[in-house]
């Protein structure tokens, strides 16, 4: 993770994430980053993040970071395991004190995501 100076074009990295960063939210000096693990083993081969991997010796995980924004040490991780490979994004979502991580496929995104009611004019 990092920035990119727009006057140059370059990178300038803050902190090493051990996956693929797929989404992000900035809450105060605070970014959750979603990190998914490597499909088939195979994607990360030919990145600069797999290169990093191995030389770190540290393999990829699926979930969560927050990473300081001002010493882009990395203060919080959440891993997720299970059949989970990726998680597409993260959003925060204010005054919400338990959260819950639903599946697509699962019963539960019936009764807990609802579209908003068609208003008339």
Do not use: W
């Not at 990295?13 to 989404?23: D, Q």
């Not at 395991?81 to 019936?110: F, H, M, W």
């Amino acid at each position: 993770m990092g920035y990119v100076d727009l006057s140059t074009g370059i990178f300038f990295p803050v902190s090493f994430l051990p996956g693929f960063a797929r989404g992000m939210s900035i809450v105060g000096k605070y970014a959750v980053i979603s990190l998914s693990d490597d499909r088939k083993n195979e994607n990360f081969k030919d990145l600069k993040l797999g290169e990093c991997l191995k030389e770190k010796e540290l393999a990829p995980f699926v979930g969560l970071v927050v990473v300081n924004l001002e010493s882009g040490y990395i203060e919080h991780r959440l891993e997720i395991r299970g059949p989970v490979e990726e998680i597409y994004d993260c959003i925060q979502i204010p005054a919400i004190k338990n959260s819950s991580l639903l599946g697509v496929k699962s019963d539960e995104t019936r009764f807990m995501l609802r579209p908003a009611p068609l208003r008339s004019k």
